[in-house]
């Protein structure tokens, strides 16, 4: 099975086929699933001196993980001033610490494993119009109270500069953000198990799982 045909898939990174499993074997945590969750949920495992499997029934980043925009974005579907109306500040502030986590971890694995997958740091939300700068202002304003003092806010001479338009006023430049190229960070999380020794192997396609790879550190 091929990646999904997309912009991604058609600039990825060369790779090695990984192996299929073909027998019964043993493991201390056999992980299944190629994606960012699988793959991070290995590497945290194999660090720690667990012996590991990762199984995938289709390619590496086939799902999501592949395909999605590669927006590095501090966020949930809730701004954090939200959040802390409804939940306490105890709640806001566990969440927003998670929020800034899952970037860290993605940045310390491109260092770590020296990925090549376009990295670009920062990220620019935009305003249209005085009233879309108030609420980013105002985002802001909550988050520097939870401690993330990399917003800078931009005026509309400087968003100018970054996006090469009129059409906005003002915008919000997080330099906690970043973009990246999804499928090759997934590949790229992937390759530290094939590419160093410990690597155990099979070829047999499974009715489950066409890929197996094992890793021991």
Same mark, same amino acid.
């Given at each position: 099975? #091929? &990646? ?10 060369? &790779?090695?086929?990984?192996? #299929? ?8 945590v056999c ?17 720690a ?39 306490? #500040?105890d ?29 670009r740091?920062?990220?620019i ?10 609420e ?12 993330h #003092? ?7 001479g400087q ?16 330099h906690?953000?970043? &973009?990246? &190229? ?36």
């Amino acid at each position: 099975m #091929q &990646h999904v045909n997309s912009y991604y898939a058609a600039s990825a990174n060369e &790779h090695a086929p990984w192996p #299929q499993l073909n027998d019964n074997i043993r493991c201390d945590v056999c992980v299944v699933g190629g994606g960012y969750t699988g793959l991070s949920t290995a590497l945290f495992l194999v660090e720690a001196g667990f012996d590991v499997v990762l199984l995938e029934a289709s390619r590496i980043g086939f799902g999501a993980s592949g395909r999605n925009g590669g927006q590095i974005v501090n966020s949930y579907s809730r701004d954090i001033g939200v959040i802390e109306s409804r939940y306490g #500040q105890d709640t806001a502030r566990m969440l927003g610490s998670m929020m800034f986590e899952g970037g860290d971890i993605i940045r310390s694995r491109i260092e770590q494993y020296q990925i090549d997958c376009d990295y670009r740091p920062g990220g620019i939300f935009a305003a249209l119009n005085k009233r879309q700068l108030a609420e980013l202002r105002a985002q802001k304003a909550d988050w520097e109270r939870y401690g993330h #003092q990399q917003l800078e806010e931009l005026d509309a001479g400087q968003i100018r500069q970054e996006v090469e338009t009129e059409a906005y006023v003002g915008a919000l430049l997080d330099h906690r953000g970043g &973009h990246i &190229h999804p499928l090759n960070l997934a590949l790229g999380e992937a390759e530290p198990f094939a590419s160093s020794a410990g690597v155990s192997s099979s070829s047999r396609r499974s009715p489950t799982s066409s890929m197996g790879i094992r890793r021991r550190w």
